[in-house]
């Protein structure tokens, strides 16, 4: 009789996940101890950095670690073998991945099709996060209300639908951490305020292809900062 294994379809993250939460009940890294670099880790796992980054942010869901950005990943604890890792979260990664294949479009088409009173409320978004900046503060709802306002105005209802997906998976416990831990450096935030400024004004102007580049070059770099801005 053949003896097979069931393949597993769970996320790679979680899968590497798993092995770092193992060693720290086994009892490897005690609590407060700095995790090794997430280059080190990659290396010895045979993953990417981006899947390494995940499996730390799903640790810190769980619990099992604390993300200091700009430092490193440090061991919380005592902790229990019984943690649960957050299964249901999509990889932010692949997330951003399929923004960047289909918002820039949006963005194009919204500046084709979008309706005076889209602009205005375009405008009156903008309001909103620029007071936000002003104060040194960031808001990830003003965020997906100006992007699905974009969306809106490119007036195609199927593609609005699964952008409103994608934005939903954005508040899932992994995504939403991982760009929580972004919003705390304030060149982030500033540059994605400055895109954001772009992307309106080449759709106020009807310029598809400058909204276009405006909303590809926004969503590049929040995909580098994602992958660079953290060690």
Do not use: C
């Amino acid at each position: 009789m053949m003896k097979l294994q069931a393949v597993s379809n769970r996320k790679l993250y979680l899968q590497i996940a798993d092995q770092i939460r193992d060693q720290i009940t086994a009892g490897a890294a005690a609590p407060g101890k700095q995790l090794p670099s997430e280059r080190d880790l990659a290396a010895s796992l045979g993953v990417s950095r981006p899947t390494l980054r995940e499996a730390l942010i799903a640790l810190e869901v769980a619990g099992l670690v604390e993300v200091r950005v700009g430092v490193g990943a440090f061991v919380r604890g005592p902790q229990s073998p019984g943690d649960g890792l957050p299964e249901q979260s999509h990889s932010p990664v692949e997330i951003m991945a399929v923004r960047r294949m289909l918002e820039p479009e949006a963005a194009a088409l919204a500046a084709q099709s979008i309706a005076p009173e889209g602009l205005a409320r375009l405008a009156e978004v903008l309001g909103h996060m620029q007071a936000d900046a002003d104060q040194d503060r960031w808001s990830s709802e003003w965020d997906r209300t100006l992007h699905l306002a974009i969306a809106e105005g490119a007036g195609n209802s199927m593609l609005r639908e699964i952008l409103d997906i994608l934005w939903n998976s954005r508040s899932e416990e992994v995504d939403k951490r991982f760009h929580d831990h972004l919003a705390t450096i304030s060149e982030v935030r500033q540059q994605i305020m400055e895109d954001h400024r772009a992307i309106v004004a080449a759709i106020v102007q009807r310029d598809g292809e400058a909204a276009r580049a405006a909303m590809a070059a926004h969503l590049d770099y929040v995909s580098a900062a994602m992958l660079n801005t953290w060690e």
